[in-house]
């Protein structure tokens, strides 16, 4: 059994009364006395920060003459990274991020990543808690006729995040230079460097002259940023935004909130919704390389024959429930047809206490559509892996060993988030 870890933050969330638990090989705050419900409402409307130094950095350079690591992303990361950003499909440049996945020769998720690609030869990927060394293995393996160089910088990199609405307020008061950072930092993409060995070091620097990587990226669906940074700053940096943000409302939050603010956005949780099993008919399916006519794909890559043969493939869906009632997933939850059959299994059910329906609709506490007088009372939400296609708008129901409730296939679930704002708008 791996021993369980502390973040360098450790003593301070424990200090703020937050509830911790073990997390992904960490001990991490579940919630702060504020509680969950708070933590997630703030993000929507103000801005809340995050320990995410639990979470794991690998960092690909290219060493000969020719941009190998470029190479070796095109075998094992799921992005065509020849036409992968925007609408558009454009090549993957310096300064632009991407999400993606790792996947297995059997077309099973290794795990979700963020690909950040810092300059000519030189790209950092971030990947969930304990799963640093698992990557930057599996990238050693389909390496052996490549010149690069792969570091598993584990515990060597300090990460926090700040998401919400007022997060660019926040970020301005601790930037040295917050207009020329900040102007034209669309979403996706990356400015500056935490190593100071690069020349990008002085790119982005906090007011204390520390170097940070700055990405406008994040897990929650709203805006926000990444700040990447020599983990000897992280302890007051933490301190320094804590501090900036409190006239704007900005609070610590926990796992709780980033699960039930992931789900609402739509974002998967990975190992639960993503997993042992081939990465296809899912909501993220845009992160696979398929051609126009979706019957293949435009590069080759570890696991692609795999999805393409796969038979009697599974569904996975999101779901919108009609109030705040959820069912477990630890229970064993299973999906049931109109006629208590079973079709599938619950991967993941929380509340997203932001959202609520007002004539069969949902909105958002920050939807600027929403009926006068809405109060969000929450609804359950999550995603379900199911035997056969169930149309948006299906009705299923969600059964554990204490309720069933009632929920809707949907393509979306929490409206109007803020993450694709123009950052003028937000600053």
Known sequence: MEKIKKTLLHGRHVDYGAKMVDFGTYNMPLWYPAGAKKEHLTVLTHAGIFDTSHMAVVTIRATGKHNDAFRLLQRCFSRDLNACVGKKKAPFE????????????????????????????????????????????????????????????????????IQGPLAGKTLGKVLKNPEPVLENLRFFTLKGH?????????????VDGTSVLLSRTGYTGEFG??????????????????????????????????????????LPLSHQDIGSWPFINNPWCFALPYTTDQTGFTKTFVGDQALLSVENPEYTYAFAGYDLRKVSVSDGAVVLDAGENKIGSVLTCVTD????????????????????NFVPKGLSCGFVKVKSKLA????????????????????????????????????
């Open 194 to 206: 935490f190593d100071t060995a690069s020349p990008l070091s002085d790119t982005v620097r906090l």
């Open 353 to 372: 206490m932001a959202i609520g329906r007002h004539n069969d609709r949902i909105y958002s506490i920050s939807s600027p559509g929403k009926p006068e």
């Open 225 to 266: 940023f990444e700040i990447f940074m020599d983990p000897a700053h992280l302890l007051k940096t933490w301190e320094m935004i804590l501090e900036a943000g409190k006239p704007f409302g900005l609070i610590p939050c926990g796992l709780a909130a980033r699960d039930s603010l992931r789900t609402g956005a739509l």
């Open 94 to 161: 310096p300064g632009k991020c991407i999400y993606g996945v790792y996947l297995d020769e059997s077309g099973n998720v290794i795990d979700d990543a963020i690909l950040y690609r810092i300059d000519e030869k030189n790209y950092i990927t971030v990947v969930n808690s304990g799963m640093g060394g698992k990557i930057a293995a599996h990238l050693v393996k389909y390496a052996d006729d490549l010149n690069v160089e792969i570091s598993d910088l584990t515990e060597k990199t300090g990460k926090l995040d």
């Open 392 to 427: 948006p708008g299906r009705t299923v129901y969600l059964k554990d060993n204490r309720r069933k409730i009632k929920v809707a296939i949907v393509e979306d679930i929490r409206p109007d988030r803020t993450a694709l704002r123009p950052i003028r708008e937000m600053i």
